[in-house]
């Protein structure tokens, strides 16, 4: 155990002391004392000096907390530019080249997405995954760890993912314990409309917790604009709007890994927001290294030929999806062919997978689809009362990754693709990433 851990957990187990003594100190007089004698004392000394003591205690717990997040104040505002990034795709890609392109341009910055995987890049560029316990899967105090390292590197800029769904939590995320300078909205989709919805508009109005008071906030979004800039008008906010056009082809393929004009037009528009050298970003961006959950291709061959296999379990909404296999269409990267589906569900995401699943029969051409995961058959009955052919899906409900991807390389046409997605935060996301690159395993996943 570090000597940061073990002042928390110190700090933890005083809070609870001074929280719990005194109800426990009631507790056991009411408990064990006569009744008679407790009364008694009652009558003798009065409720004053519990009270005051009760008193006392919450004095002693807000001037801790007081404290405390005053050291957070001031760690904050020795790093003078916080980035906070939020939106519905692209905020891990975006996080990093932003990072890349800042620490190209000779800033030390240290970098936190969520992402698939919780990830710590420091100063030094230096990655670090970082550990949570099985439950809660996150908790927004880690920012606070976050934001101490930083301070302590001696960093000047922060890049930080916004790791926030509820709206409440985003907010505290932006004024508390992020404070940024300057916010990133990549996009608005149709994710999350559960929490921040009803719809689009709600959804983008909540995104917007995160722009500062007075500063800046940065948007690839096109069709909500009107939303963005209402609210950016609301803090006395400049809102700037990245143009993916700006960024060319010939950029997007010098990118070793899988990208999006959108990410880099972003990073290119926080490099000038910020006013660093355009070419030195590009070039660190270059050479930035992806997320664990970038859309990844493999070729791969069965008994028909050679096929492609596209591997975009992190895009798990209908609108991003569709957008994809248009980019990489465009992009020359798959040729229009006949497409397999593989859709990874998760039991926490039944209203994602109700929409895969009507989408089926409308918005994606998939000749067969293969559905793996867990609560598999209410996918299933979804696309079937969507109209969706029965005898063309599958059901893989606690399947291997290897057997996945043979049922796979059984249905893939020669020339054409399959296309996996859904979602990619769990054993059979991951286990299929470890599985395309060859590390992975026999053994049974669950979900």
Request: glycine share 8%; net charge positive.
């Amino acid at each position: 155990m570090g000597p940061a851990e073990s002042k928390s957990k110190r700090t933890s187990g005083a809070w609870r002391l001074l929280v719990w003594a005194p109800l426990a100190m009631l507790a056991v007089g009411s408990r064990f004392l006569p009744s008679s004698s407790w009364s008694g004392a009652v009558a003798l000394w009065g409720w004053a000096p519990l009270v005051a003591g009760v008193v006392a205690v919450w004095a002693v717990i807000g001037l801790l907390g007081y404290r405390e997040w005053r050291r957070h104040t001031d760690r904050l505002e020795a790093i003078p530019i916080r980035i906070h990034v939020d939106g519905s795709r692209g905020k891990t890609g975006t996080c990093r080249l932003i990072g890349a392109a800042l620490r190209a341009n000779g800033l030390r910055v240290v970098v936190k997405t969520t992402g698939k995987m919780p990830v710590l890049i420091d100063v030094d560029g230096k990655e670090t995954i970082l550990e949570r316990p099985p439950t809660p899967t996150a908790n927004l105090r880690e920012q606070k760890a976050i934001v101490r390292l930083a301070k302590e590197q001696h960093a000047q800029a922060i890049v930080i993912e916004c790791m926030a769904v509820d709206p409440e939590l985003r907010r505290v995320s932006q004024d508390t314990l992020i404070r940024a300078t300057l916010a990133v909205i990549t996009n608005i989709r149709r994710d999350h409309l559960e929490i921040i919805g009803p719809d689009l508009g709600t959804g983008a109005r909540h995104l917007s917790d995160v722009i500062p008071k007075d500063g800046t906030v940065i948007t690839a979004e096109q069709r909500l604009l009107g939303p963005l800039r209402d609210e950016a008008e609301k803090r006395h906010a400049s809102l700037v709007v990245a143009n993916p056009s700006v960024v060319s082809d010939a950029l997007l393929e010098s990118f070793p890994y899988i990208t999006f004009k959108e990410n880099v037009a972003l990073a290119l528009a926080v490099v000038e927001s910020l006013g660093l050298d355009r070419e030195r970003a590009v070039e660190g961006m270059l050479h930035s290294t992806p997320d664990y959950g970038t859309v990844q291709l493999f070729e791969r061959r069965n008994h028909a030929g050679v096929y492609t296999f596209v591997c975009a379990l992190g895009v798990n909404d209908v609108d991003s999806l569709v957008e994809l296999q248009r980019e990489l269409i465009r992009r020359k990267k798959l040729n229009g062919g006949p497409l397999v589906g593989l859709f990874n569900s998760r039991d926490d995401r039944a209203p994602r997978s109700v929409e895969f699943a009507r989408a089926m029969t409308r918005e994606l051409a998939f000749r067969s689809v293969i559905v793996t995961g867990r609560h598999t058959k209410a996918f299933v009955r979804a696309a079937v009362r969507n109209g969706y052919p029965r005898d063309q899906l599958s059901d893989m409900e606690n399947a291997t990754p290897r057997e996945i991807l043979e049922a796979v390389d059984a249905r893939a046409p020669a020339g054409g693709a399959a296309l996996a997605c859904g979602n990619m935060v769990t054993s059979v996301g991951y286990g299929l990433v470890e599985a395309l690159l060859g590390r992975g395993t026999d053994g049974h996943t669950g979900s």
